[in-house]
């Protein structure tokens, strides 16, 4: 089968391209809905492994990005949810929970611990509004919901925390 | 709604953008970084024919008998299923004990591994007194979930200390929970995993599963 190999070695230079690009940013969605480094390293596995699965039967190549950044999205969510439903998200020892960040200081301490009391959706919707910059319909699109909800939940999760850091 | 209509005097969005630009300056783990079309494909390859086949009820249901069969031997403590039960244990120290609606993988990261109980010892304590102990050291605590046998290792540290406990999943109805070092108040955490000691009966330790 030699003119598989070389289509094969294109799929793979090509997946490994963009990945070499967008590594950090797949990453740092991951944990940033997650909140938990090693989820955030099994969810991007499976993401990528999902995206990698169907690599060969997707035409529009300047849509690739959105396509991954998608993919990594909405499979950490339905990751958390699942965290969630069955109750399993061990949550620190009260120890290591009771000793902030280092890094965080004055306002960011509580912005980390009510953040981390949104739900998957509103950290995803603030995360990829406020950190990528990216609009309430490119977060539609990369969230796969409507525009309306994406405003809901960017407008309850800044609610939620305000609330939490005035309580503060 | 437009975008600026969620701007307010406490406007986040500037602390939003620090807390992220802090969160997401960490280096990449080192499985991230090799991540590529290369280290996904093996994973594809030895599980695509292992789920088309129908194989995956079978792995499931395999793990779940592992599992049952290693809580009855523990808890009948019977010498046949003890050789059994530490058998499998050894030949894979990675087999643990379930706790229903707690993942133990999780509970492994947060420092605790239980494994199967036998050949370990005998609980001196019975189920119900240990459920009754768990509630006690609990405060505000609401009804028990149900006591299971293991043989924990608790901590990260080396060696890591281990006993035979009663796991049992307590209630609390104001997030507070009472350690040996005394009361102290904690974010809200609705349930806790308490492991009582099967021989002593004092608490061996406590982990916090927030709520849904």
Same mark, same amino acid.
């Given at each position: 089968?030699?003119?598989?190999?070389p289509?094969?070695?294109?799929?793979?230079?090509?997946?490994?391209?963009?990945?070499?690009v967008?590594?950090r940013?797949l990453y740092?969605i991951?944990?940033?809905?997650?909140?938990d480094?090693?989820e955030a390293e099994?969810?991007?596995?499976?993401a990528?492994?999902?995206?990698w699965?169907?690599?060969?039967?997707?035409r529009?190549?300047e849509?690739?990005?959105?396509?991954?950044?998608?993919?990594?999205?909405n499979?950490?969510?339905?990751?958390?949810?699942?965290?969630?439903l069955?109750r399993?998200?061990?949550?620190?020892?009260?120890?290591?929970?009771?000793?902030?960040?280092?890094?965080?200081?004055?306002r960011?301490?509580d912005?980390?611990?009510?953040?981390?009391?949104?739900?998957?959706q509103?950290?995803?919707?603030?995360f990829?509004?406020?950190?990528?910059?990216?609009?309430i319909d490119?977060?539609?699109?990369?969230?796969?919901?409507?525009a309306?909800?994406?405003r809901?939940?960017?407008?309850?999760a800044?609610?939620?925390?305000?609330?939490?850091?005035?309580?503060a | 709604?437009?975008?600026?209509?969620?701007?307010?005097?406490?406007?986040?969005?500037?602390?939003?953008?620090?807390?992220?630009?802090i969160?997401?300056a960490?280096e990449?783990?080192r499985?991230v970084?090799?991540m590529?079309?290369?280290?996904?494909?093996p994973r594809?390859?030895?599980?695509?024919?292992?789920?088309?086949?129908?194989? +995956?009820g079978?792995?499931v249901a *395999? &793990?779940? !008998?592992?599992?049952?069969? @290693?809580?009855?031997?523990g #808890?009948?403590?019977?010498a046949?299923?003890?050789a059994?039960?530490?058998g499998a244990?050894?030949?894979n120290?990675?087999?643990?004990?379930?706790?229903p609606?707690?993942?133990?993988?999780?509970?492994?990261?947060a420092?605790v591994?239980?494994?199967p109980p036998?050949?370990h010892?005998?609980?001196?304590l019975?189920? +119900?007194?240990?459920?009754?102990? *768990? &509630?006690? !050291?609990?405060?505000?605590? @609401?009804?028990?979930g149900? #006591?299971?046998?293991?043989?924990?290792q608790?901590?990260?540290?080396?060696?890591?200390?281990?006993?035979?406990?009663?796991?049992?999943?307590?209630?609390?109805?104001?997030?507070?929970v009472?350690?040996?070092a005394g009361?102290?108040?904690?974010p809200p955490?609705?349930?806790?995993?308490?492991?009582?000691?099967?021989?002593t009966g004092?608490?061996?330790?406590?982990v916090a599963?927030?709520?849904p």
């Amino acid at each position: 089968m030699v003119p598989a190999t070389p289509r094969a070695a294109d799929a793979e230079a090509s997946f490994d391209a963009l990945l070499s690009v967008e590594r950090r940013r797949l990453y740092g969605i991951a944990y940033s809905i997650l909140r938990d480094h090693a989820e955030a390293e099994d969810a991007l596995q499976d993401a990528l492994l999902k995206a990698w699965r169907s690599w060969g039967s997707l035409r529009k190549e300047e849509a690739r990005t959105t396509w991954l950044v998608r993919i990594c999205v909405n499979h950490c969510i339905n990751r958390r949810r699942g965290l969630s439903l069955r109750r399993f998200a061990i949550a620190p020892r009260r120890e290591d929970a009771a000793a902030a960040d280092p890094r965080f200081e004055g306002r960011l301490v509580d912005l980390d611990r009510s953040y981390r009391r949104l739900s998957p959706q509103q950290r995803a919707a603030v995360f990829l509004h406020y950190h990528h910059g990216y609009s309430i319909d490119e977060c539609a699109d990369l969230m796969t919901c409507g525009a309306g909800s994406v405003r809901t939940h960017l407008a309850r999760a800044l609610t939620s925390m305000r609330k939490e850091m005035t309580h503060a | 709604m437009p975008d600026d209509a969620m701007a307010s005097p406490l406007d986040l969005g500037d602390d939003l953008r620090r807390y992220f630009a802090i969160t997401t300056a960490t280096e990449l783990p080192r499985r991230v970084r090799e991540m590529s079309a290369a280290t996904l494909r093996p994973r594809r390859r030895s599980y695509g024919p292992l789920l088309g086949g129908g194989g +995956a009820g079978l792995a499931v249901a *395999a &793990v779940v !008998a592992l599992v049952v069969v @290693g809580l009855h031997h523990g #808890a009948t403590g019977g010498a046949g299923s003890m050789a059994a039960s530490s058998g499998a244990a050894l030949a894979n120290p990675r087999v643990s004990v379930a706790y229903p609606g707690v993942d133990t993988s999780r509970l492994a990261r947060a420092g605790v591994v239980l494994q199967p109980p036998s050949g370990h010892g005998t609980a001196r304590l019975t189920p +119900a007194e240990a459920q009754a102990a *768990a &509630v006690a !050291a609990s405060a505000d605590a @609401g009804g028990p979930g149900p #006591a299971v046998l293991a043989w924990a290792q608790l901590g990260a540290g080396t060696p890591a200390s281990t006993c035979l406990c009663w796991v049992v999943e307590v209630h609390l109805g104001d997030g507070t929970v009472n350690s040996p070092a005394g009361p102290a108040p904690t974010p809200p955490i609705h349930n806790v995993l308490v492991l009582v000691d099967a021989t002593t009966g004092r608490i061996a330790d406590t982990v916090a599963v927030p709520g849904p």
